[in-house]
């Protein structure tokens, strides 16, 4: 069977940003930024982007076009006679279904809050506490979040069953513009706000005051933190989308794209929270070390609900971040299809269907973790903290360790190949020093990254 390919190169790249682009861009970039430093944390962010984030997705677009696979037999196809490296599909495919085991849940609460503005039925409350206490039920109530999760898997899987161009190029196409003219149109009129100048002056003014009192090593380590995980790169899902594309262009050009997509959408939800937050709230005070979704259900809503016009806000909002959270679900869903359509014989609808009753299974300790099973912990943690845990502090890294020295070392694929690679076409050529660096100081940066995770600095 011929493989599929996408239609266009745009498409190409609003479905790699759109699997970049998550939901923690939006709400733990700007409170983040806010603690440490504004823009001083913004430009070390940015940096730590170019060099680490770019490497290892250059990496992953690298094996994924060239041998015109996804994880699941991509290794196969590149290693040579006896090596184990495609042994990384298991890892792949494990962090790719871990992912969608609490990301389905966190996107099923973006459905339930969208819906709730829509209808006016939470748009009265302004008390912090009292919307801590609506969202809590929200979380608690399991059949309410079954029925959505359940909702949100169908949709997804839906949209993959329909094709590679008819249905994921297609519908995250159409998600992505509007997801960006949302997010334009909510931070155009967040800066009209009373207190917006105070917002920015917090947010976009360098201050190095900041940045010692949280301790520059604790800065250092989230900005490390932030740009690694916030591209979703080390589990194949980067991979699949270069496997869909011809070798018209260089890869340097496509992967700085897609990352400026996804820092874009970052920079502009603090455009939308700073100047909202010191407005209507006198400020961020949400602790940079604890945050979590919840903030978008307290503090976020409790100021859309003061606003003039706020329910339209509310609504808007969750509109743009059901668009955020769909386009990572297809993205991933799609990886998981390819994976199954190369090692069965199974038609596309079929491996949707399938996978549609096992993460209909799959999700459930992440919904009962917040209910029925809130008294069980494993390490501390609840089912769907732990999952989150696995995939973003030990698989991403771990993953994209191994991208990173399959590319470059001998005993891989090697850095001629990937220098071939990557170099095939139009476009800026990567620099040959680069894979020297690749080759010996950031397997170091990341072995770091994945000891801070873990370590309190």
Request: with cysteine.
């Amino acid at each position: 069977m011929e493989r599929e390919k996408l239609g266009s190169r745009l498409g190409f790249i609003l479905i790699s940003a759109g699997c970049a682009i998550g939901l923690g861009n939006v709400y733990r970039f700007p409170i983040i930024t806010g603690a440490y430093g504004g823009a001083a944390f913004v430009l070390m962010y940015i940096a730590f982007l170019v060099l680490l984030g770019l490497p290892v997705m250059m990496a992953e677009l690298a094996v994924g076009r060239a041998s015109q696979r996804s994880i699941a037999t991509s290794f196969d196809v590149l290693e040579r006679p006896k090596q184990k490296w495609h042994l990384m599909k298991y890892l792949g495919v494990s962090g790719n279904y871990l992912l969608m085991m609490f990301y389905c849940t966190i996107s099923c609460w973006m459905v339930v809050y969208f819906v709730k503005y829509l209808t006016g039925s939470i748009a009265g409350i302004t008390d912090p506490a009292k919307l801590g206490e609506a969202f809590g039920a929200t979380a608690t109530n399991t059949p309410l979040n079954v029925i959505a999760t359940y909702a949100v898997i169908i949709l997804c899987f839906g949209v993959c069953a329909l094709g590679l161009q008819k249905g994921v190029e297609r519908i995250t196409k159409v998600m992505m513009v509007a997801l960006l003219v949302l997010l334009v149109g909510l931070a155009v009129y967040a800066c009209t706000l009373s207190n917006a100048a105070e917002g920015l002056k917090f947010y976009l003014i360098p201050s190095f005051a900041k940045m010692k009192e949280a301790g520059i090593a604790t800065v250092v380590s989230a900005a490390m933190g932030q740009a690694f995980f916030t591209l979703s790169i080390g589990i194949g899902s980067v991979a699949i989308f270069g496997s869909y594309i011809g070798k018209e262009r260089r890869l340097l050009s496509e992967a700085t794209t897609i990352i400026s997509l996804d820092t874009f959408v970052a920079l502009m939800s603090g455009l939308i929270v700073f100047p909202a937050c010191f407005t209507y709230n006198n400020g961020i005070t949400a602790d940079a070390g604890t945050v979590s979704a919840s903030f978008l259900f307290t503090t976020l809503s409790s100021i859309f609900n003061q606003m003039p016009g706020g329910r339209i806000v509310g609504t808007l909002f969750f509109l743009f971040m059901m668009f955020a959270a769909f386009s990572t679900v297809i993205a991933v869903f799609e990886n998981i299809v390819s994976f199954w359509l190369e090692l069965t014989k199974l038609k596309r609808w079929a491996v949707c269907l399938i996978n549609i009753g096992i993460m209909m299974v799959l999700v459930l300790p992440a919904i009962f973790s917040n209910s029925i099973w809130a008294d069980i912990k494993v390490f501390g943690q609840g089912f769907m903290d732990l999952e989150d845990t696995i995939v973003s502090k030990c698989l991403l890294p771990i993953g994209s360790l191994v991208y990173v020295v399959f590319c470059t070392w001998k005993f891989g694929w090697g850095k001629e190949n990937f220098l071939k690679e990557v170099n095939t076409g139009k476009g800026p050529k990567y620099p040959r020093f680069m894979v020297y660096y690749m080759k010996f100081l950031l397997p170091i940066i990341i072995i770091a990254v994945l000891v801070l995770s873990f370590v309190k600095v």
